[in-house]
């Protein structure tokens, strides 16, 4: 740890022994704060609206911090009392509650007579805040909202859909990079070939498809068409192409069959490969919206990303919902990727050889 | 009981022909180089009597059983590859495990065989590390701890030894003829050095451009080479070719081009009058000789001394490169001219066109 800040804190420095430091280490850091801020910015700026009421939400300027109103309660009145400053007049610098609201006069009450209204106009009074973050945010996605649903039916997609792709992908590159057969590099660039077609051009055939199949309205119409991708073949062949055929020759004269073979030697050295797919593919599933947005209809069946969209309607849209939920939804795949992102570097690396 | 006969063995790639016929009989308990400099067949061979690859024309057959359609796996081989193909995931135990757990032997049988062999070749203490924590020789014992576990019928090793050190080499070259000796199987044994090939072999098939050339033991192939290939191939330092003209064929007169004639035992040779010869006299058949009694006068254009011999590197006059092996020191010099006697009872004769030997095969 120390190691690692000692690391991250290096300077160039002036090289006559002062601390000082030199004009590239200024540079150099304000070149990384101004990432930090362009890579992290709307990402901070997305979990502190979270916390935000619909109020403040809808405050012009926008502000960074999540701030709340106080209110009281007062005896005579039912419900809590939003306070306010009054900032002209004879009554400046008290506080006040306001009972309700008539065009730009509103009717106040004093905290020590709850009885006795008062006329103040909307422009001579400010509201009391503080810092609160409205926790209700996320407690409604629970109450109000299936939330649960929808994250069982992301994470069943997700799992399932990578395990299914890791499965197809690696036999397929398994037979494309280690058998010798007639058309293997037809087959070979046929399957980089359809990198080339747009997902939007086969999109009414695979519709036609999967609705032919009755998988319309099932998480399966979700996960089949996905299992096979051209990238995760090619990736997972070019990495098993630097896989000594020697050591497979040495299993088959160790009576291993071809798909031991493939079990029990292919896949565990291709780990590195696979755990780069592995990643790749729970980010794309994860986040996949169009398909998932064709292929389920029904509210029971919605993705989280489809529930997200689902709170942007037509009319008006639940600011504070959404963005609490964008923050879950985002949450687990920042996990993944914060563990497994080692292997990334690893994985991408050796694909290119020993 | 297993023996190995391959009888026509043909493989082609494409229209490329590259094992063109072969014929050998490898019987029970022998060990069997094949040899030859690269790009021979000899591994191509190896890979089909081992099923990794199939054959082109030709039948293999293991204790009579014809096997070309047998798989690798089934024919009771085992092999050792140039760069021991460990399973780089697995244990050694468990790359010693997988072969016998593919036979479904039961697991105290495998812990069984596996302490056994890790004991015989000396890698107990190997046994629960990976491959790449493992050096050349370690790795090399694993290799062939892999082959041996499974009792096979007959061993076969793809340049085992290529990937070590020289000294690494010698060592291990004796214990794969130790263990020869210890397990009694048929081991077919692939180098392209000609010295594991003399110091290993039972027998030794010497084998150019998918072809043969000479099959027998390693004493055989030194002492009578049937042509100029085999045996400029067998024998370190290489064999001196000095062109000649046969002077009388009756008397066994033949003259050296670059030196004097010799008169060779007439019976031993197939010769006639005037044929255009290759005479082959290997570096220790030549000693220095007075120059008015040498057979050759040469120059010393290199000299190494070894201590307890020593080689000089000399040309003829006509250009032939000429090794002498001298036991003990020399006090030639590079510059020198010398003049060199030859033992006659030690030269080899071959046609100058066909390379083939002049030598009269014994009854």
């Known amino acids: 740890m120390g190691k690692a800040i000692a690391f991250l804190t290096r300077t160039r420095g002036r090289g006559d022994g002062s601390q000082r430091l030199h004009w590239t280490d200024w540079f150099t850091y304000g070149y990384l704060f101004l990432g930090i801020v362009l890579m992290f910015g709307p990402v901070v700026w997305l979990v502190m609206s979270s916390f935000k009421t619909d109020a403040e939400l809808n405050n012009f300027p926008p502000r960074f911090l999540p701030y709340a109103q106080e209110s009281v309660v007062l ?141 319309i309205n099932s998480l399966w119409g979700v996960i089949i068409p996905g299992a096979a991708t051209p990238t995760g073949v090619f990736l997972l062949r070019q990495y098993m192409l630097t896989i000594p055929d020697e050591i497979l020759d040495a299993a088959r004269m160790d009576k291993a069959s071809e798909w031991k073979i493939y079990w029990r030697i292919i896949l565990p050295l291709s780990a590195p490969a696979i755990a780069v797919l592995a990643i790749l593919a729970i980010m794309w599933r994860w986040n996949d919206f169009l398909w998932p947005l064709i292929v389920l209809s029904r509210t029971e069946n919605f993705t989280l990303q489809l529930a997200l969209n689902s709170f942007q309607g037509e009319m008006q849209t639940q600011w504070s919902s959404l963005l609490a939920m964008t923050v879950l939804t985002l949450l687990p795949i920042a996990v993944v990727f914060a563990f497994l992102q080692k292997y990334i570097a690893t994985g991408i690396a050796s694909t290119g050889g020993k | 009981m297993a023996n190995l006969h391959l009888q026509d063995i043909k493989k082609a790639f494409g229209s490329i022909e590259v094992i063109k016929g072969v014929n050998l009989t490898v019987n029970h308990g022998e060990f ?257 000789a007075e120059l008015n009694e040498a057979d050759v006068t040469v120059e010393v254009h290199g000299v190494e001394r070894l201590g307890g011999e020593s080689y000089l590197y000399t040309r003829t006059s006509d250009g032939s490169s000429v090794t002498v092996n001298i036991q003990g020191e020399t006090s030639q010099e590079i510059g020198q001219t010398v003049g060199l006697s030859v033992d006659v009872d030690k030269v080899h004769l071959f046609d100058r066109e066909t390379g083939i030997s002049l030598r009269r095969q014994q009854a």
């Open chain 1, 75 to 215: 005896d005579g009145h039912k419900k809590p009392l939003p306070l306010f400053t009054v900032t002209e007049g004879e009554l400046a610098g008290t506080q006040v509650a306001q009972v309700r609201r008539v065009g730009i006069v509103s009717q106040m009450v004093k905290l020590d007579a709850p009885d006795e209204i008062i006329k103040i106009k909307v422009k001579e009074r400010e509201p009391v805040e503080k810092l609160a973050l409205a926790w209700e945010n996320y407690t409604d996605l629970f109450k109000r909202f299936n939330f649960l649903q929808f994250l069982w039916n992301s994470t069943f997609i997700t799992i399932i859909s990578t395990l299914i792709m890791l499965l197809v992908n690696s036999m397929a590159a398994f037979a494309l990079s280690k058998y010798e057969f007639r058309g293997r590099t037809t087959v070979l660039a046929l399957i980089i070939g359809t990198l080339m077609i747009p997902q939007t051009v086969v999109l009414v055939p695979l519709f036609l498809v999967v609705r032919e199949m009755g998988m």
């Open chain 2, 32 to 288: 069997c180089v094949f040899v030859g400099p690269s790009g021979c067949g000899k591994s191509t061979l190896l890979r089909m009597i081992s099923g990794l690859d199939t054959v082109s024309s030709g039948r293999i057959m293991i204790d009579d059983d014809l096997v070309n359609d047998v798989a690798a796996a089934d024919r009771g081989l085992s092999m050792v590859f140039q760069s021991y193909a460990l399973y780089p995931h697995m244990s050694v135990r468990q790359n010693l495990s997988f072969g016998l757990e593919n036979l479904n032997t039961p697991r105290k049988l495998i812990q069984q065989k596996i302490g056994e062999v890790a004991a015989m070749l000396q890698i107990e203490e190997l046994l629960d590390r990976k491959p790449k924590d493992l050096s050349g020789g370690q790795r090399q014992r694993v290799a062939i701890g892999r082959a041996v576990v499974r009792e096979p019928r007959i061993f076969l090793f793809d340049e085992p030894l290529s990937n070590l050190d020289a000294e690494l080499r010698v060592d291990m070259r004796a214990e794969i003829a130790q263990l020869h000796k210890r397990l009694g199987n048929t081991m077919i044994y692939v180098t392209h050095d000609q010295v594991e090939a003399m110091t290993m072999a039972d027998k030794i098939a010497v084998l150019r451009a998918g072809v043969v050339e000479q099959f027998g033991a390693p004493l055989d192939l030194y002492h009578y080479p049937v042509n100029r290939f085999v045996a400029g191939f067998i024998g370190s330092p290489k064999m001196n070719f000095l062109n000649g003209q046969v002077v009388s064929a009756v008397r066994g007169e033949v003259s050296l081009a670059a030196g004097r004639g010799m008169a060779l035992q007439a019976d031993s040779f197939d010769l006639a009058d005037n044929a255009e010869v290759v005479a082959g006299i290997r570096p220790n058949a030549v000693s220095i």
